[in-house]
Structure formats: structure tokens, C-alpha cells
């Protein structure tokens, strides 16, 4: 009896040392097809409570998932990226244009982009993410339809564009015009939802690098989006995950392409102002 | 009648019946320091099935958060305090005080409250992302409260 108990209890610490293996701490760094170099830690963001540090997802992730994303011939969302840069130069609408009739090439008029988004569009008095903007590039220059907001076209097209950002660091803006929605994302951020009452910063900000059960909780950073997840077998978009999230704390949630979620991602990108754009990287 | 009489006892046993005695989760008293002093159902909670709720993902799954030795749950979190020797620590009251609402013991605790139903900020339809409707109870049932709260009392170091 006894012994049953001694060994119960050496398995479990195994587990545990097990489960931590790749802990934000540990100093395993991220370059990927052996030349870009990712940056995975950084110092936070000053108008940023609550962290000293910043961390990728990536550093929370067992080795072997970590290796997934050092090589795109092993990456299992790199799929989308073909997939995208076939739609980018696909004509489709009524004014008989793709992306490429008016951004050319996508390796040249993209770079960058990914990094500073979601951003304050002036002409529309509001902050919009990529995905908004890709679909008003889709109904008012194409003249074709808009695609569902967190779809397969519209997560490969956000792939294969934040692709040519890949290995900047996350530069969102938070004043100026964009102050209002970042602070109503900030507020969302610290918010009790659901029958759990659970925030964000509950499990991202106090209790990252901790265990529920199995998960091994991160920052929540949003730098490696679009990114594959081990548990879908597909690319997710932040706004999913975001939906995700909320409905696991026993809540209503939010819609994709809310208001609410525009907002909720400019904050939370701001959170890893610093990291690198990783996408698509792969997560659990 | 003796047929009946079965029936009704079952249906007792399985929880179906609210007994005259249960406190509605809106109901419930908690002292000044968040404990509460009777028992929510007017029964004795069972230790064996408070273990089986603590280790049940579909039900307190305590140990989502806690660790706790005594319990062989695979993949036991570390957000909350290990509940080890928890019986030595808090007496009933207190226990019941922290599992029905922890809140109500220490108000800034991120442990959900587990004997309560209202006050929620967009509470939804359990886990399926939508609102909230009549279905809506407690996260577990007075009943099931008092068997973790007597398995609670059993860790003693």
C-alpha cells in the first residue's frame, strides 16, 4: 500500500518534470529554415501591467512541437501559404482584378504589413484588423463578395501575407486614434466573463508557465498567427481562438470580426509589441 | 405502495429530489469570513464520491487547478494551492464557505464559484459559447458540494 503510494507519487513528479520541460524560461530560440531568428522574449511593453517579460507561445511548447515550426517542409500550416499566394493573383469580381492588379508583388507590398496590424484606418474612422481590410479590398476594389471573416480562404490569405512579415518584431499602435479601442481591449482583457469568471490575465498575465491539468498556459501572445493547431489539424485565426477562450470560461461569447474582437486584438497585440511575427506558427 | 415508496428513494438518492432542506445557491448564509455553518443539502456528504467529483472533468474537477496526493488523477495543475492536509487547515465550515463560493473567503481568488447563479458577467450555455437559458444551475449541486467538502475533511497530514 504504502509502496503503491511512494510510486504514485515518484510517477506524478515525473509527470510534472515532464510537463515543464519547455518552460517560458528556458532559453531553447527560435530560427526558422535555419535563417530567420525569432525573437521569443522581450521586455514588455510599458503600458503593458503586469509583465516584466514577454514570451512567445513557442517557448511554452514541448521540444518536439517547437521543432515543427523550425523548418516549413515540416510545418503543417504551411500549406496555407501556397494556397494563399495562388488567391493573391486569382481575378475574381466584377472590376476583373486579383490582389497582385493593384499590390504587385506580394514578397514586396506585404513585408511589414502583418506586424502594425490591427490599425486605424482613417478613411473608415476605425480600427481594423487584416482580415477587414483584406475583405475591403475584396467588396470595394474587387467587387467580389467578402469571405466569412475566420474561413479557409480568408485564414490562408492572412497566412500568406503576414508570412512576408515573418521575423519583425510586432509593432501595433495604442495612441493616438487608436486609443479608444485599445483601451476598451485592455478593460475586455481584465474581464470576469462566464459562469467560471475567468479574464484573460487570469490564466495569461498571473498564472502563465502553470498547469490546468495537461495545458501548459502561456502569455496568450498572439505574434504566431494565423497558427496550426495540433488540436484542429488546422490553421485557426486569432478571433477563433479568442472565441474559444471565452466559451471555455462558461460564457456567451463574441462573434469573429466583432467589435469586441477588433478591439480585444489590438490590446492583445500590443501585449507582444517586441516578438516576432511567427506565422504560422504551431501550437497545441 | 412499498413500489413507490423504492422509487421515491431512489429518486433521493440520485438527487432528483430537492429535499425541503437544500438552500437555493441564492439562499446560502456565509458568516463574515465566508464560511457557511450548515449543511446545503440537510444531509452528510459522502468522501468517496467527493473524491470521484474532484478527479471528474465533467464534474468539480478540482484538480484541474490543485494538487492533491491522495487522489490518483492523471495531469493534477498548479494554480491553486495544494489541497493537502486541507482537513487540518479549514474546519467544515470554512471548506463549505471555499467550495460553494471562494470568493466569498478570499475575494480575489480566480477559483470559479461552484454553489452559485447569478452575478455573471455574460454567462453562457455550459461550454458551448452561447447564452445563457433556463437550463442554467450551479456548477454543482448542494449535494455534490457537501461530498467534496467531506472528502475535503479527510486530508489530513
Known amino acids: ?284 | 405502495m412499498k413500489r413507490t415508496l423504492i422509487l421515491a428513494a431512489a429518486l433521493i438518492g440520485s438527487g432528483a429530489v430537492v429535499s425541503a432542506q437544500t438552500v437555493s445557491p441564492d439562499d446560502v448564509a456565509y458568516d463574515e469570513y465566508g464560511s457557511i455553518e450548515v449543511s446545503l443539502s440537510g444531509a452528510a456528504g459522502d468522501p468517496a464520491v467527493g473524491a470521484e467529483i474532484m478527479s471528474d472533468r465533467g464534474q468539480g474537477n478540482c484538480v484541474a487547478c490543485h494538487q492533491v496526493s491522495a487522489l490518483t488523477a492523471a495531469f493534477q495543475g498548479n494554480i491553486g494551492p495544494s489541497l493537502d492536509g486541507a482537513g487540518d487547515r479549514w474546519d467544515e465550515a470554512q471548506l463549505r464557505g471555499i467550495v460553494a463560493d471562494a470568493k466569498m473567503t478570499f475575494p480575489d481568488s480566480m477559483m470559479p464559484s461552484f454553489y452559485k447563479v447569478s452575478g455573471f458577467i455574460r454567462p453562457g450555455n455550459a461550454y458551448t459559447g452561447k447564452a445563457a437559458d433556463d437550463t442554467f444551475t450551479s456548477l454543482l449541486t448542494a449535494q455534490q458540494i457537501e461530498d467534496v467538502v467531506a472528502y475535503l475533511a479527510t486530508l489530513k497530514e
Open chain 1, 1 to 284: 500500500m504504502k509502496r503503491t503510494g511512494l510510486l504514485q507519487t515518484a510517477g506524478l513528479i515525473g509527470l510534472i518534470a515532464m510537463a515543464t520541460t519547455a518552460t517560458a524560461q528556458d532559453d531553447s530560440q527560435l530560427v526558422v529554415n535555419g535563417e530567420i531568428e525569432m525573437v521569443t522574449d522581450a521586455p514588455a511593453p510599458e503600458n503593458i501591467g503586469g509583465l516584466k517579460t514577454i514570451y512567445s507561445g513557442w517557448r511554452f511548447r514541448q521540444s518536439e512541437m517547437q521543432a515543427l515550426q523550425t523548418d516549413d517542409f515540416e510545418n503543417p500550416g504551411a500549406y496555407a501559404i501556397d494556397e494563399g499566394v495562388e488567391m493573391w493573383a486569382t481575378v475574381e469580381g466584377s472590376e476583373g482584378k486579383s490582389c497582385a492588379s493593384c499590390h504587385e508583388d506580394i514578397e514586396d507590398s506585404m513585408a511589414g504589413v502583418r506586424a502594425v496590424y490591427p490599425k486605424w484606418n482613417e478613411s473608415k474612422g476605425q480600427v481594423m484588423t487584416l482580415a477587414q481590410q483584406i475583405n475591403d479590398c475584396r467588396t470595394e476594389q474587387m467587387g467580389a463578395e467578402a469571405w466569412k471573416y475566420d474561413g479557409g480562404d480568408m485564414t490562408s490569405m492572412e497566412a500568406a501575407i503576414s508570412l512576408q512579415s515573418r521575423g519583425m518584431p510586432v509593432n501595433v499602435a495604442t495612441d493616438g486614434p487608436a486609443a479608444d479601442a485599445w483601451a476598451k481591449g485592455e478593460e475586455m482583457y481584465y474581464t470576469r466573463y462566464g459562469q467560471l469568471e475567468l479574464s484573460c490575465a487570469n490564466c495569461h498575465e498571473d498564472n502563465y508557465d502553470n498547469n490546468i491539468r495537461a495545458d501548459h498556459l502561456s502569455q496568450g501572445q498572439i505574434n504566431g498567427f494565423p497558427a496550426f493547431r495540433i488540436k484542429t489539424g488546422k490553421l485557426t485565426q486569432t478571433h477563433n481562438r479568442f472565441k474559444g477562450c471565452i466559451r471555455d470560461t462558461r460564457a456567451e461569447t463574441f462573434s469573429p470580426g466583432s467589435d469586441e474582437f477588433v478591439a480585444l486584438e489590438l490590446y492583445v497585440a500590443s501585449r507582444g509589441n517586441g516578438l516576432s511575427v511567427e506565422a504560422p506558427s504551431v501550437r497545441p
